[in-house]
């Protein structure tokens, strides 16, 4: 048999075709996402352009919220997000380790697993239900920060569980096995070899619970964010205007609003998810520089 | 004087995962500083038998265990943390697994681990440990390199080197040669020797040959049972009391 033969086989053309036949489907499908993207990107912009301004960025809403800016739901929303990560990354990253790392294969943690995935699926105006019943009423925290950041809390650790889990599967086991048999105990294995090399899938799953934190309006409607404020919170226990629910209020619930701010606050909110997004994956590069895999 | 007590004492020893029988009512012996080879056809309970001389069998949920263990004469079921009796012993598995770091750092990671911060006794260390495990003229120059980018072979002398890290008194190997090539082979083999002189080793091994070249003493396991352990020079001849050790010796059956 000679090296032609190989060349021309009818096999082989076959499949170079099924191999550019494929390419260009999947290409085709990615830039059909990102089309749908850019054009709401796109369209917020043009939209949005009259109202904005530095102004805008740092102002309050005036004349009934038909003017202004949308500062005080600017520092709203990072109040909302900052305490309700603090709560949700520590616990959900340390109850995911538990799960993957500590808890025996039996029905009790068959069932915790289940719930958790369930969990991720409950809509988030049960979530806000939960809220106001738990944490405004029954923990008496009153409409507040607080009560709503543990709201948002509640609704993202699920999701910080599951992927948490899901990294720190991702490490092969035989690295645990190596660990121990060199007379690592557990937590250094897990700190040591586990956490590091499973470290960027954990903070991925994070930051996709930013987006969520600071986009959700339903949690937040009852349990601590205020249709309008005239001025910043001064601590947890304070309510606060937040992005979403004020893109919310600017669209449904306000007469006489110029068409350019609902447009512009929804620009607004999309570029605060963006840059903490941003700063979390400057954060996940960072630690990632000392992986060796 | 000289302690002529066995380095291990293995005694009624049975484990089975989910029920399944793995190992039957196993008693054996291992004599300080001999080698002891384990031989035995695929599935006879061989790494088994190692995982529960280190502990290791703990950390299968399917596994349940009786009969003892002793090693240096203490019941390795009394030791409140088993990581403290793993840092006794040595362990090389079949396929070499580099821990995704440096070479410096896999080799010095369980002495990190046991609390040695001083660079200069880690360092003194990791070239000791390189050096008994012949890699040393290798990798010296690439001792910041990722463990995993060395050959095979060389990356099975590196788990060895990092299972000699902590000084163990007994060094167990599983099949250590059967993802390496021969040279690297017939180079372990020199190293085990070396080794031998102030260390217990267990060697599983799959090959027969390997087994009469390097043991003192071997056993045979058979479908979880122990057909028989003695000196190299009985079991590799006639005098074989089973007449299974003849015929697995001379690769009769397998
Ligand atoms: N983790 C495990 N779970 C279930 N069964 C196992 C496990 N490890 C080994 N076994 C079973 O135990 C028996 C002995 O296995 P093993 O000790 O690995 O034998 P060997 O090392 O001699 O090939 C085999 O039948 C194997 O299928
Ligand atoms: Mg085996």
Same mark, same amino acid.
């Given at each position: 048999?000679?090296?032609?033969?190989?060349?021309?086989?009818?096999?082989?053309?076959?499949?170079?075709?099924?191999?550019?036949?494929?390419?260009?489907?999947?290409?085709?499908?990615?830039?059909?996402?990102?089309?749908?993207?850019?054009?709401?990107?796109?369209?917020?912009?043009?939209?949005?352009?009259?109202?904005?301004?530095?102004?805008?960025?740092?102002?309050?809403?005036?004349?009934?919220?038909?003017?202004?800016?949308?500062?005080?739901?600017?520092?709203?929303?990072?109040?909302?997000?900052?305490?309700?990560?603090?709560?949700?990354?520590?616990?959900?990253?340390?109850?995911?380790?538990?799960?993957?790392?500590?808890?025996?294969?039996?029905?009790?943690?068959?069932?915790?697993?289940?719930?958790?995935?369930?969990?991720?699926?409950?809509?988030?105006?049960?979530?806000?239900?939960?809220?106001?019943?738990?944490?405004?009423?029954?923990?008496?925290?009153?409409?507040?920060?607080?009560?709503?950041?543990?709201?948002?809390?509640?609704?993202?650790?699920?999701?910080?569980?599951?992927?948490?889990?899901?990294?720190?599967?991702?490490?092969?086991?035989?690295?645990?096995?190596?660990?121990?048999?060199?007379?690592?105990?557990?937590?250094?294995?897990?700190?040591?070899?586990?956490?590091?090399?499973?470290?960027?899938?954990?903070?991925?799953?994070?930051?996709?619970?930013?987006?969520?934190?600071?986009?959700?309006?339903?949690?937040?409607?009852?349990?601590?964010?205020?249709?309008?404020?005239?001025?910043?919170?001064?601590?947890?226990?304070?309510?606060?205007?937040?992005?979403?629910?004020?893109?919310?209020?600017?669209?449904?619930?306000?007469?006489?609003?110029?068409?350019?701010?609902?447009?512009?606050?929804?620009?607004?909110?999309?570029?605060?998810?963006?840059?903490?997004?941003?700063?979390?994956?400057?954060?996940?590069?960072?630690?990632?520089?000392?992986?060796?895999? | 004087?000289?302690?002529?007590?066995?380095?291990?004492?293995?005694?009624?020893?049975?484990?089975?995962?989910?029920?399944?029988?793995?190992?039957?009512?196993?008693?054996?012996?291992? %004599?300080?500083?001999?080698?002891?080879?384990?031989?035995?056809?695929?599935?006879?309970?061989?790494?088994?038998?190692?995982?529960?001389?280190?502990?290791?069998?703990?950390?299968?949920?399917?596994?349940?265990?009786?009969?003892?263990?002793?090693?240096?004469?203490?019941?390795?079921?009394?030791?409140?943390?088993?990581?403290?009796?793993?840092?006794?012993?040595?362990?090389?598995?079949?396929?070499?697994?580099?821990?995704?770091?440096?070479?410096?750092?896999?080799?010095? =990671?369980?002495?990190r681990m046991a609390g040695e911060r001083d660079r200069t006794v880690l360092d003194e260390s990791v070239?000791?440990?390189?050096?008994?495990?012949?890699?040393?003229?290798?990798?010296?120059?690439?001792?910041?390199?990722?463990?995993?980018?060395?050959?095979?072979?060389?990356?099975?002398?590196?788990?060895?080197? %990092?299972?000699?890290?902590?000084?163990?008194?007994?060094?167990?190997?599983?099949?250590?040669?059967?993802?390496?090539?021969?040279?690297?082979?017939?180079?372990?083999?020199?190293?085990?020797?070396?080794?031998?002189?102030?260390?217990?080793?267990?060697?599983?091994?799959?090959?027969?040959?390997?087994?009469?070249?390097?043991?003192?003493?071997?056993?045979?396991?058979?479908?979880?049972?122990?057909?028989?352990?003695?000196?190299?020079?009985?079991?590799?001849? %006639?005098?074989?009391?089973?007449?299974?050790? =003849?015929?697995?010796?001379?690769?009769?059956?397998?």
């Amino acid at each position: 048999m000679n090296a032609s033969s190989f060349a021309t086989s009818a096999r082989t053309a076959t499949n170079r075709r099924v191999e550019s036949v494929g390419k260009t489907v999947l290409a085709g499908v990615t830039a059909l996402l990102i089309l749908p993207l850019t054009a709401i990107l796109g369209l917020l912009v043009i939209r949005g352009a009259p109202a904005l301004s530095l102004e805008f960025l740092l102002e309050a809403p005036a004349a009934g919220m038909t003017a202004g800016g949308v500062f005080p739901a600017i520092v709203g929303t990072l109040w909302l997000v900052g305490v309700s990560l603090a709560v949700s990354a520590p616990v959900g990253i340390m109850a995911g380790i538990y799960l993957n790392e500590y808890a025996r294969a039996n029905w009790i943690t068959r069932m915790v697993n289940l719930a958790i995935v369930n969990l991720a699926g409950v809509p988030s105006i049960v979530h806000a239900l939960f809220g106001v019943g738990v944490f405004v009423l029954f923990l008496g925290l009153g409409t507040s920060i607080l009560s709503a950041s543990l709201t948002l809390a509640i609704m993202t650790l699920p999701v910080i569980i599951a992927s948490t889990k899901e990294a720190l599967a991702a490490v092969p086991m035989a690295f645990r096995e190596a660990c121990w048999t060199l007379g690592a105990t557990r937590w250094q294995t897990i700190r040591h070899v586990v956490l590091p090399n499973s470290i960027s899938g954990i903070l991925t799953g994070v930051i996709l619970q930013v987006s969520r934190a600071a986009g959700e309006t339903a949690p937040i409607m009852f349990t601590g964010a205020a249709f309008y404020l005239p001025f910043l919170p001064q601590s947890v226990q304070d309510q606060c205007m937040a992005l979403s629910m004020h893109l919310f209020t600017v669209s449904t619930q306000v007469p006489n609003v110029p068409e350019a701010i609902p447009y512009a606050t929804a620009l607004v909110l999309l570029s605060v998810v963006l840059l903490v997004n941003l700063l979390a994956i400057a954060f996940r590069t960072y630690l990632r520089r000392n992986r060796k895999w | 004087m000289v302690n002529a007590s066995p380095m291990i004492e293995v005694e009624e020893l049975s484990v089975s995962y989910a029920g399944k029988p793995a190992l039957d009512q196993v008693t054996l012996d291992v %004599r300080r500083n001999e080698i002891l080879a384990v031989i035995g056809p695929a599935n006879s309970g061989k790494t088994t038998l190692l995982n529960c001389i280190n502990r290791m069998i703990e950390t299968i949920p399917a596994a349940s265990v009786s009969g003892t263990v002793k090693v240096d004469g203490h019941d390795v079921a009394e030791y409140r943390d088993p990581s403290m009796l793993r840092r006794r012993i040595g362990m090389v598995f079949p396929l070499p697994v580099g821990l995704p770091m440096t070479v410096y750092e896999n080799v010095a =990671f369980a002495p990190r681990m046991a609390g040695e911060r001083d660079r200069t006794v880690l360092d003194e260390s990791v070239e000791r440990c390189l050096k008994q495990s012949a890699l040393w003229d290798e990798v010296k120059d690439r001792l910041d390199d990722l463990g995993t980018r060395l050959s095979g072979g060389q990356q099975q002398r590196l788990t060895i080197a %990092r299972a000699l890290s902590l000084n163990p008194e007994i060094l167990c190997l599983d099949e250590f040669s059967i993802a390496v090539d021969p040279v690297t082979t017939m180079k372990i083999e020199e190293v085990l020797k070396e080794l031998n002189k102030d260390m217990t080793i267990v060697m599983v091994t799959n090959l027969v040959l390997q087994a009469k070249r390097m043991a003192d003493r071997t056993a045979l396991l058979l479908n979880g049972k122990l057909v028989e352990v003695g000196d190299n020079e009985v079991i590799f001849s %006639r005098q074989a009391a089973d007449a299974r050790t =003849f015929q697995y010796v001379q690769g009769l059956f397998g």
